[in-house]
């Protein structure tokens, strides 16, 4: 079993969703951004994206964007990412890297993963890589036992979400709103229906990341999804207030997913 | 040759799709519609009529005989896309989408720029169809070409200067990729290149060889015999592929692709990733990149808008490695010279982009005399892939045309400082 597969376990018999946090390295620095993932963890995200800052987030809205670009200016490289892998999946919780593909694919990818796993990392989140473009990936992560995770979206059939469904490891990761990332106010509609189109497809946990940032939106999707995912949010509060404002934050949402909203 | 890409859109190990999961059924929809209009008589004689009646083709080719000078003495042709409508090739492959954007029910379209040539070119078929258009241009390219985001404006476009990055075509195409993801419900996407992800390199690359079709047959109605070579230049690489593609069959005929080699190759800044850079992934497809040792993308230089682009399309990749195009870099100062030589030996003021051709033009010919071929017997065509009237201020500027209070006081100079929203 693996990391992944133990947290939804216990997440099931404790009756709630599992919350997923995601902060860039060297943003505002190495230091800080590790400190604060760190402390996250502590404050009761159960697992880790370590984000691996990139020159062309396409998916990113703004707030991760520039975290990216403040992360690159400050001269942060691939071994500092893995390096921070190491220190956050020293805290216990699993640490996954969600990457772009053009850094791992230059570095190689399977000396990556090599890589990955020897810093203690569970998995990867890849937004630019669909399944069709990754056999080859697949069996590196076959090979040294990790979970591959691939997006689906509200525009994919339900051919592809099954493609999806067989290929991912430890779950599922539903970008449940069409468009870039970041916060929003009113969460769609459509990732109920999407979370629902998925688990007709697949027994894996199914993670929404919507644009949460509060705590009610946090129970609110705990209720129909295995796991709230919750990026932009942390991302402003590190900006904003530093490892304290991402300390408390983490414990709202931590909250949250502790207290669905089943309707 | 085999038919190329293959389904999945890899030329050999090129191409492809690395893109969110979201745009994947949106390409599936394009793929489809695509494929479908190839064979469809409707469709083809309802882009012909318009590349005809509205576009201005076939377009001419036109024996330079006054520059053959400057290529060793080899005979050079031209071809005119210069003379199409709105000023370059773009218009050809635009066009095709707006058809293929009606067919599929869409009412918006969004296209990246960077010399604003493509941007002109969609903004033109928007209003011709009645779309809703919205361009995505770096904040730094809108200085330099000035002149074509007026031009927009005034065909109703919705021009949107893009700040993030390195504010030129890579972080316009990033944008128009983020709003694509928004609103791919409602809205095609009019990528300007042979770039990006399956189908885009194929789908692009077939409206744009009617160029090449074009210019094979007006080469052996003129010379009566094929050229011995096809020089273009190449950013992403659409008017380089759009004349290549009909004359890959022909072994005889060497293809030659011109990338912005900004100041000089060997300086490292400049945009030449197919002459000095390494395989990688940028906007949706696996080809030729410029990044650094960790997959950064690397910045770029280039006097041309057009050329300032650190990717290129997948099939240059696949041509480049089997060796049937050959490219090269040609620096900023090469290619100015070239602009200045063709406009006093021809009178025809062609792109700087387009520019870039004609030093590689002359660099051949020149080689091939060296080598000790005789150049009455050479013939080379050169795709004049866009006209120039966007770059008379920044030629003015490299040659010092104009006085500095002249510069202060120009028109140009005051729709840069003062860019009307």
Sequence with gaps: MSQLDELFARCRTEGRAALVGYLPVGFPSYDASVEAMTAMVEAGVDAVEVGMPYSDPLMEGPVIQAAHQAALDAGTRQADVLRAVEAVAATGAPTLVMGYWNPVHRYGFRRWAQALKDAGGVGAITPDLIPEEAPEWLEACRALDLDPVFLVAPSSTDERIAVVGRTNRGFVYAAAVMGVTGARAQLGAGARDLVARVRAQTDLPVGVGIGVSTGEQAAEVAGFADAVVVGSALVTALQTGGVDAVRRLAAELAEGVRSPVRN | ?421
């Excluded at chain 2, 005399?369 to 013939?379: I, N, T, Y």
């Design chain 2, 1 to 421: 040759m085999s038919e190329s890409p293959d389904s999945s859109g890899h030329f050999g190990a090129y191409g492809g799709r690395f893109v969110p999961e979201a745009l994947v059924a949106a390409l599936d929809e394009l793929t489809a519609a695509h494929l479908a209009a190839r064979t469809d008589p409707v469709f083809t004689a309802e882009l012909d009529r318009l590349l005809t009646t509205y576009a201005g083709r076939p377009t001419p080719l036109t024996d330079a005989r006054r520059l053959s000078e400057h290529a060793g003495g080899a005979r050079i042709l031209l071809k005119r896309e210069d003379l199409a409508h709105t000023g370059s090739h773009k218009i050809n492959n635009v066009l095709g989408q707006a058809l293929l954007t009606k067919q599929m029910g869409k009412q918006r379209v969004i296209a990246e720029t960077g010399a604003g040539q493509h941007g002109v070119a969609t903004a033109t078929a928007c209003a011709l169809f009645g779309f809703d258009c919205t361009v995505y241009m770096g904040e730094e390219d809108t200085r330099r070409q000035a002149l074509n985001v007026a031009r927009m404006r005034l065909l109703g476009a919705e021009v949107i200067p893009v700040t993030s990055g390195t504010r030129t075509l890579k972080d316009a195409t990033n944008e128009a990729m983020r709003d694509w993801v928004t609103n791919v419900e409602t809205t095609h996407y009019v990528i300007g290149s042979v770039v990006g992800p399956h189908p885009f390199p194929m789908l692009v690359r077939d409206f744009q060889r009617v160029i090449g079709v074009e210019a094979r047959q007006q080469c052996l109605d003129l010379v009566g015999r094929l050229p011995d070579a096809v020089v273009a230049c190449v950013g992403g690489g659409s008017n380089a592929m759009g004349i290549f593609h009909p004359f890959l069959e022909d072994a005889s005929v060497a293809l030659i692709g011109c990338e912005a080699g900004g100041d000089g190759v060997e300086t490292g800044r400049h945009a030449a990733p197919l002459t000095a850079g390494e395989p990688g992934v940028l906007h949706g497809a696996r080809s030729y990149l410029m990044q650094d040792e960790d997959g950064q993308t690397a910045e770029t230089t280039s006097i041309s808008a057009g050329l300032d682009y650190p990717g290129v399309g997948p099939e240059h990749a696949l041509l480049r490695d089997s060796g049937r195009a050959t490219y090269t870099g040609v620096a900023d100062a090469w290619a100015m010279q070239a602009l200045d030589t063709l406009a006093k030996s021809e009178g025809i003021l062609c792109a700087i982009e387009t520019a870039h051709a004609f030093a590689g033009a002359c660099d051949w010919g020149r080689a091939q005399v060296a080598a000790g071929k005789d150049a009455r017997d050479l013939v080379i065509v050169v795709n004049t892939s866009g006209r120039g009237d966007k770059d008379v201020d920044t030629a003015a500027r490299w040659f010092g045309l104009v006085t500095g209070e002249e510069v202060a006081e120009s028109d140009l100079v005051r729709a840069h400082e003062g860019e009307q929203p």
